[in-house]
């Protein structure tokens, strides 16, 4: 085994993540390299030194706060605000809104003065697939690519 | 539906997109800690006081995307994913929001320590919390969420929409480059458990 795959295996050992296949390998590899056990030294304390980031403790009307701030959930002028704002950044949203504001004024126009259980089970749907569009229409690392490129 | 994802608080994030209040206000309570010592974490410790808006952003986007929840996903990784993607985002605009936030007041700020933080001089704290800081952000949330989270890499990889072997090379890539920074200031190091024998009284 080379330093370099051991150094790997040694970061999957520390999460506990390191397989029953490849631990023999590592083990052997350790006893015969005091580099890799250097390595896997500073790995833990370098583990321990990230204990040392100290977080606060939440303010105690957070909670009461974020209540405080929610809309009704699914008012349908909640869904199309929402749908409005994701048609800037995702032509594929449009053309799904789009698509949808024609069957709903097709169902309007063929006498459905209120809004039909169909109608709003599809209008649902619209939105669920909208919003669902916003990460999968990215790949992860774009998403991630594109972020850092713009934040730095 | 598989039985071993269905999770405890999986009705009540269904509930919550069916418009019921009360459970998404049962889930706040439940996660509010978790997200917002994400957030405080990852936007380091000059940021962190910004956190708490940050994180009711988090639970106003969850709120609205409730409906949209699939029940294969755990509660804790769904909102931990918008958190993500709300802290990347906010390094983007983080200007912006300065210039909006300024009537805001901070929270109090009481620190959790673990027993190894307490031992550690202030001076290496602020190391450590710079180490983190300068980790590229896809490594440093990767890295909080294995650490301080303790979420196993696939669910890391649901967060951050990426394979569990980007995972891997993520953690291992943030642990090389904490090495680095934190290397020349081994004399700071907490004192290590002594692999030498032990005396027994
Ligand atoms: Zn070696």
Same mark, same amino acid.
């Given at each position: 085994?080379? !330093?370099?795959?051991?150094?790997?295996?040694?970061?999957?050992?520390?999460?506990?993540?390191?397989? +029953? $296949?490849?631990?023999? +390998?590592?083990?052997?590899?350790?006893?015969? !390299?005091?580099?890799?056990?250097?390595?896997?030294?500073?790995?833990?304390? !370098?583990?321990?030194?990230? +204990?040392?980031?100290?977080?606060?403790?939440?303010?105690?009307? %957070?909670?009461?706060?974020?209540?405080?701030?929610?809309?009704?959930?699914?008012?349908?002028?909640? $869904?199309?605000?929402?749908?409005?704002?994701?048609?800037?950044?995702?032509?594929?949203?449009?053309?799904?809104?789009?698509?949808?504001?024609?069957?709903?004024?097709?169902?309007?126009?063929?006498?459905?003065?209120?809004?039909?259980?169909?109608?709003?089970?599809?209008?649902?749907?619209?939105?669920?697939?909208?919003?669902?569009?916003?990460?999968?229409?990215?790949?992860?690392?774009?998403?991630?690519?594109?972020?850092? +490129?713009?934040?730095? | 539906?598989?039985?071993?994802?269905?999770?405890?608080?999986?009705?009540?994030?269904?509930?919550?997109?069916? *418009? #019921?209040?009360?459970? %998404? *206000? $049962?889930?706040?309570? @439940?996660?509010?800690?978790?997200?917002?010592?994400?957030?405080?974490?990852?936007?380091?410790?000059? #940021?962190?006081?910004?956190?708490?808006?940050?994180?009711?952003?988090?639970?106003?986007?969850?709120?609205? &995307?409730? =409906?949209?929840?699939? /029940?294969?996903?755990?509660?804790?990784?769904?909102?931990?994913?918008?958190?993500?993607? &709300?802290?990347?985002?906010? $390094?983007? #605009?983080?200007?912006?929001?300065?210039?909006?936030?300024?009537?805001?007041?901070?929270?109090?700020?009481? #620190?959790?320590?673990?027993?190894?933080?307490?031992?550690?001089?202030?001076?290496? @704290?602020?190391?450590?919390?710079?180490?983190?800081?300068?980790?590229? =952000?896809?490594?440093?949330?990767?890295?909080?969420?294995?650490?301080?989270?303790?979420?196993?890499?696939?669910?890391?990889?649901?967060?951050?929409?990426?394979?569990?072997?980007?995972?891997?090379?993520?953690? %291992?890539?943030?642990?090389?480059?904490?090495?680095?920074?934190?290397? !020349?200031?081994?004399?700071?190091? /907490? =004192?290590?458990?002594? /692999? *030498? =024998?032990?005396?027994?009284?």
């Amino acid at each position: 085994m080379q !330093c370099a795959t051991a150094h790997k295996l040694l970061s999957l050992r520390i999460d506990g993540e390191l397989d +029953d $296949r490849r631990a023999p +390998d590592l083990a052997a590899h350790l006893r015969d !390299c005091p580099s890799c056990q250097a390595f896997a030294r500073e790995l833990e304390r !370098c583990a321990a030194a990230l +204990d040392a980031v100290s977080v606060s403790e939440p303010s105690a009307d %957070f909670g009461a706060r974020v209540m405080a701030s929610l809309p009704p959930q699914q008012s349908t002028s909640e $869904r199309w605000t929402l749908v409005r704002g994701l048609l800037r950044p995702l032509p594929m949203a449009a053309a799904v809104v789009a698509l949808a504001l024609g069957i709903t004024l097709a169902s309007l126009m063929n006498g459905n003065t209120t809004t039909t259980p169909t109608a709003e089970a599809f209008e649902s749907d619209v939105y669920a697939e909208s919003f669902s569009a916003l990460p999968e229409d990215s790949s992860g690392a774009r998403y991630i690519a594109l972020v850092t +490129d713009g934040g730095n | 539906m598989s039985a071993n994802m269905q999770q405890d608080d999986t009705p009540l994030l269904l509930a919550a997109g069916q *418009g #019921d209040r009360a459970a %998404f *206000g $049962r889930l706040v309570e @439940r996660y509010h800690r978790a997200v917002i010592h994400f957030l405080q974490r990852f936007l380091t410790s000059q #940021d962190a006081d910004e956190a708490e808006d940050l994180a009711q952003d988090v639970f106003l986007a969850a709120w609205k &995307a409730a =409906p949209t929840f699939e /029940p294969r996903a755990k509660v804790l990784t769904w909102l931990l994913r918008i958190a993500t993607n &709300a802290a990347l985002n906010y $390094r983007r #605009d983080r200007q912006k929001r300065r210039a909006v936030s300024l009537d805001g007041t901070a929270p109090p700020t009481s #620190d959790i320590e673990s027993p190894v933080g307490r031992a550690l001089s202030h001076e290496t @704290r602020e190391t450590v919390t710079a180490a983190l800081a300068a980790l590229p =952000p896809t490594q440093r949330a990767a890295l909080i969420l294995r650490h301080y989270h303790q979420l196993p890499y696939a669910e890391i990889a649901a967060v951050l929409e990426t394979s569990i072997s980007a995972v891997e090379s993520l953690l %291992f890539r943030a642990r090389q480059s904490l090495q680095k920074s934190l290397a !020349c200031h081994k004399s700071e190091s /907490p =004192p290590q458990v002594s /692999p *030498g =024998p032990r005396v027994q009284p």
